[in-house]
């Protein structure tokens, strides 16, 4: 019986991997890879010649089965994505699932999770917290929000530069404009930023410095 190894790689620095995740990467006999381009930059850096795959998003319902069935017969599988831990907001629940389900040992490795540096640094309760990761982007988005106006725990949201100042309005709506959020942008890179405030105040900021790169957003419960 072979096995799955969910591993995590870096969001942004590549020097932020574990030694662990490096050597499971060279020792597999392959690599799923959410994008095998962006994937093998960082396979080059430490010198990882192990076979790649795609797997993603568009192609995992058609390709799972297969895949759990070469684990059965005793390949070993590592899971990555472009960035980040599998199965958060990426590939790899549907994989793990029917690993569980056929009996196939699955291993996660810790690593880089962008929501995780974005909570501590946010400056907000992160006793307790919830991560709604991406909202839906039309059916069912009010309705989610309108639940979410009565958490009292601290949310957690995936959102992209381009959605983000239409989201911090709809935001102004449903929590109040006094509520605090902070925006983590390029967490580890190069132009690394958080902006802190009210919604009010951090809406300003982005409707008159449009936001760059990936961004995690960390909002006050009720």
Not at 76 to 97: E, H, K, M, N, Q
């Amino acid at each position: 019986m072979g096995k799955l190894y969910l591993v995590p790689t870096p969001i942004g620095n590549l020097e932020d991997i574990t030694l662990r995740a490096i050597r499971i990467l060279k020792e597999v006999d392959v690599i799923l890879a959410e994008d095998t381009r962006t994937s093998g930059k960082l396979l080059k850096q430490y010198d990882i010649s192990t076979p790649m795959h795609s797997h993603h998003m568009h192609n995992e319902h058609k390709t799972v089965e297969n895949i759990v069935k070469r684990m059965q017969g005793g390949e070993i599988v590592a899971l990555i994505t472009d960035a980040g831990t599998p199965a958060i907001s990426d590939p790899g629940f549907l994989l793990t699932r029917a690993c569980v389900a056929a009996g196939v040992e699955v291993d996660c490795l810790p690593g880089a999770t962008a929501f995780v540096p974005a909570l501590v640094n946010s400056g907000l309760p992160n006793d307790k917290f919830v991560f709604e990761g991406f909202l839906p982007v039309k059916k069912g988005r009010q309705s989610r929000l309108q639940i979410l106006a009565e958490e009292t725990r601290t949310m957690i949201f995936y959102e992209s530069p381009h959605k983000l100042v239409k989201s911090l309005a709809q935001f102004v709506e449903i929590f109040g404009e006094e509520r605090k959020i902070s925006v983590s942008r390029e967490i580890s890179k190069l132009h690394e930023e958080t902006v802190r405030g009210s919604l009010a105040e951090v809406l300003l900021h982005f409707e008159n410095k449009p936001p760059k790169g990936e961004l995690v957003v960390v909002l006050a419960g009720k």
